[in-house]
């Protein structure tokens, strides 16, 4: 299947301080980004779709000055954790697919613990 | 009610074992995922199906669209199949969004 990679996988941050999570696709071009959040034992939880080129659609709850989402072209989306707080730490993971409806690729996640 | 409810929700078994998920959904869709997701909480797709039958390996995936509801398979299953596996599903409704099932936690023991 395709590649998509997740950089970094592991960070640990003061609070306060912000933080960049990347998602590459490395084999194709995702015309759609999506970012998930997963609390221990719990599913995933989507927070926001992203497009490339265009703004991103948060989902009902999420904070969009706070988790800010670039999809500045079709290999690449970031998401910036802002204003960190322990209430941060958690399990971030991305996917991407090309088109619509698609095989969904996922990032192997980030783990960030804000201290 | 989910609108993707999987069972069970957790399964020991022994080496070799022939394993089987179920995912049943209740709304109309594209198509549906099996994810694997490790321990380290990497997610890997499995197979994406929309109607009929994928085999990969030792994994066997099949769905019943009429009846709304999909199975996954592992067969000679091997410590290392443990892993949670979930089954998401594209709805027809909401576009380009998964809708997640809760997930199996599989542990295979040697």
């Known amino acids: 299947g395709a590649v998509v990679s997740q950089h970094p996988s592991r960070v640990i941050c003061k609070s306060g301080t912000s933080v960049k999570i990347e998602c590459r696709s490395l084999?194709?071009?995702?015309?759609?980004m999506f970012w998930y959040r997963q609390f221990p034992k719990q599913s995933l939880m989507l927070m926001a779709t992203?497009?490339?080129?265009?703004?991103?659609?948060?989902e009902q709850g999420v904070e969009k000055d706070k988790f800010l989402i670039n999809h500045a072209s079709l290999t690449l989306s970031t998401l910036t954790v802002t204003s960190a707080h322990p209430e941060d730490s958690s399990f971030y993971i991305c996917?991407?697919?090309?088109?619509?409806?698609?095989?969904?690729?996922f990032g192997q996640g980030t783990r960030l613990t804000v201290v | 009610k989910n609108e993707v409810e999987q069972s069970p929700q957790n399964l020991t078994a022994q080496e070799g074992e022939f394993i089987t998920i179920n995912c049943s959904y209740s709304?109309?869709?594209?198509?549906l995922h099996w994810l694997q997701q490790h321990p380290g909480g990497g997610i890997v797709s499995l197979f994406m199906?929309?109607?009929g039958k994928k085999k990969h390996g030792r994994l066997i995936a099949t769905i019943n669209i009429q009846e709304k509801h999909s199975s996954l398979h592992i067969t000679a299953s091997h410590p290392r199949d443990s892993a949670v596996y979930i089954c998401?599903?594209?709805?027809?409704?909401?576009?380009?969004?998964?809708?997640f099932g809760a997930g199996t936690i599989l542990r295979v023991k040697s």
């Open positions: 996917s991407a697919i090309w088109g619509v409806n698609t095989e969904a690729f």
């Open positions: 084999d194709f071009q995702a015309t759609t």
């Open positions: 992203s497009n490339e080129g265009s703004k991103a659609t948060y």
């Open positions: 709304v109309g869709i594209s198509a």
């Open positions: 998401a599903v594209w709805r027809m409704e909401y576009g380009n969004k998964l809708v």
């Open positions: 199906l929309s109607s």
